[in-house]
């Protein structure tokens, strides 16, 4: 995909909420669309990843959901806590070795 | 199982320099691959290495240049370094780079021109 766009950029929830952040891609040949989540001065960490045969993958408190005709893709944090505060990329990957194109990322903040 | 590992950590350099930054990927992983993250550009894509060879590469000069040894093991040069350069360099490795291979980061080079 030439072009990931990500929103909202910042987000901030009370302890215990969801949070949601929206991925929109532009190739509809994309295949694959991995979640990273990087902490303040470490590295981005997968965290999960759907493929364009799945609609829906859930992992504990997070889920995404691929919308193939739309062209997009979510996150989802339920039961938000302290430590899901970081900065949340998404991407996608089509027929290009090693290389991921990234959202700008959404800030998290995880309130008390 | 070892993570990515990248050396040296942080690295600061004046405008004309060059460097070199290394990369051991995981154990088992042939693609090794290089990003640029910033402030302004977020996570740009350098190039990426399979079996010692450049597969696919990024819109960046060519004062950005890789290699990959027969370990599997990365560098990236960067030669002629301009303040714009001031970025912090991840590289990812994956079992093969394609889309069923999901990448690893390592902990990043950061690089400070002055």
């Known amino acids: 995909g030439e072009n990931v766009e990500q929103h909202p950029s910042t987000l901030s929830v009370q302890e215990g909420d969801s949070a949601v952040i929206k991925c929109t891609y532009s190739d509809s040949a994309s295949n694959y669309f991995p979640w990273y989540k990087q902490e303040l001065g470490k590295r981005p960490q997968l965290i999960i990843d759907i493929r364009s045969n799945v609609g829906e993958k859930k992992d504990q408190r997070i889920a995404v959901t691929l919308n193939k005709t739309a062209k997009h893709f979510s996150l989802h944090i339920t039961e938000t806590q302290p430590e899901d505060s970081a900065v949340y990329f998404c991407a996608d990957q089509y027929d290009s070795w090693g290389k991921l194109q990234f959202g700008a990322g959404t800030q998290v903040v995880v309130t008390p | 199982k070892a993570g990515v590992t990248q050396t040296p950590r942080y690295l600061i350099k004046t405008r004309g320099q060059q460097v070199t930054l290394s990369c051991s990927p995981i154990s088992g992983h042939r693609s090794v691959s290089w990003y640029q993250q910033t402030p302004g550009q977020g996570l740009q894509f350098l190039f990426e290495?399979?079996?010692?060879?450049?597969?696919n590469k990024g819109n960046f000069p060519g004062r950005f240049s890789g290699r990959q040894f027969s370990n599997s093991r990365s560098e990236m040069n960067v030669s002629t370094l301009e303040l714009g350069d001031s970025a912090l360099y991840l590289c990812a490795s994956s079992q093969s780079g394609g889309e069923n291979s999901p990448l690893h980061f390592g902990n990043g080079t950061r690089l400070t021109v002055t």
């Open positions: 290495y399979f079996s010692e060879t450049q597969r």
